[in-house]
């Protein structure tokens, strides 16, 4: 079976190339991507090269597939795996493996440290520890994007569960966001603060009664607004408020003045900047817990933060780096019952536009960039479908059925393109 796909051979240098793969052994599984979502986590492997910690030392002559938000469907199931799993099944991937005999030890990942597994491909040979540990998950929702975007949305999902508080005199850790909580998400609008705002928003079991997401420009902050509604928010029990912090003359305390003084229990950031830490830090409350969510480039990030309040405030900090499989579950469930991850999208391209896409993915703005592998297309704003429309069909139907969809992404929109991609012209 030929393949074509996006490998990295060293820092900054992804090629688009076909080659074989090998035949697939009794405990692996052939499968066909048809989506995956480009992440930063792709944009920092790629240019860092063999200095990041999932990516092995050998690549410069045995290349890695890049990408780790794919979905797709089964094409060819190992005899081993055939009473779990059949042809046709569409499919999601956790990639963080935890798998200790991987190409890097325990952090090899699909999209980071395998020769022939990884998003931006045509076809992927999934080999025998991805079943073993239980990574390969069955999507039986519509369309595939949901599926790709399960990945972002249990790194969320996994932050939110990974909070936790104090109980006086106990050294036991209560695990999670405060029930009925105060709860802040710093530079929230972008692609993951919005999977966060949207999971807050549908999850049955643990709610905050104050959500305040926060961010410096406008127009995202609208957008998101548009597409989580603090009406929907009050019907949930959510008192949600977009707040623009550039405009404030001082952040901190009219947040503060908004959690009424006391200050917020669980605050995330979503940008390694560190303002935005110091500013989560002085927003905490008793027993506060500030989330770290984003992930910097720079091994040396430093902010500042209050350790009087450490010592007698019982402020805290946690991190996480991506879901387990779990959160995974929990997502594809979640997704099944209502919600729809299309906010996070707002670009939408085929293989060919990945370079380009991955090397420069902090200075492309919106959101989620979409790749659909079977397709030969420039990465396109979803925006920018009813200009483009002028001079092609395909685009024209795309515009209409997004403008039907509020503007968003969507299974129709997906089915469509796949079923008119041969007659993109660019």
Known sequence: MKTKAVRLYGK?????????????????????????????????????????????????DNPVIIGHEFAGELVQVGSKWSSQFK???????????????GPVGVLSAPGYSYHHIG??????????????????????????????????????????HANYHTTPGSYIHNMEIV?????????GVGPMGLAAINYVLHREDRKPSLLVVTDIDQT?????????????????????????????????????AISGEDGFNDVFVFAPVAPVVEQADAILGFDGCLNFFAGPSKQDFKAQMNFYNVHYAYTHVVGTSGGNTDDMKEALDIMSKGLDPAGLVTHVGGLNAVIDATLDLPNIPGGKKL???????????????????????????????????????????????????GALQY
């Open 119 to 160: 998003g931006d491909s045509t076809y992927v040979v999934i080999p025998n520890e991805v079943m073993e540990l239980g990574c390969l998950l069955p999507y039986k929702g519509d369309g595939f994007y949901p599926a790709s975007l399960s990945e972002p949305l249990s790194c969320v999902i996994g932050a939110i």
């Open 220 to 256: 995202r902050l609208d957008r998101a607004a548009l597409l989580y509604t603090v009406d929907f928010a009050a019907s949930r029990g959510i008192d949600l408020r977009y707040i623009n912090t550039g405009e404030m003359a001082d952040p901190i305390a009219g947040l503060k």
């Open 371 to 421: 790749i659909y592998n079977h397709v030969e297309m420039p990465l396109t704003a979803i925006a920018d479908f009813k200009e483009l429309g002028k001079n092609n069909a395909v685009y024209c139907m795309l515009a209409d059925v997004c403008a039907k969809n509020n503007g968003l992404w969507s299974v129709e929109a997906e089915e469509l393109l796949l079923a008119n991609a």
């Open 179 to 187: 029930e009925d909580g105060k709860m802040a998400l710093l530079a």
């Open 87 to 101: 042809e046709g099944d569409k499919f999601s991937i956790q990639p963080a493996l935890n798998y200790k005999e």
């Open 12 to 60: 900054a240098d992804l090629r688009l190339e076909e080659f074989d793969l090998p035949e697939i052994k009794d405990d692996e599984i052939l499968a066909k991507v048809v989506c995956d979502s480009l992440c930063m986590s792709s944009y920092k492997a790629s240019n860092q090269g063999t200095d990041h910690k999932r990516v092995p030392n050998d690549v410069a």
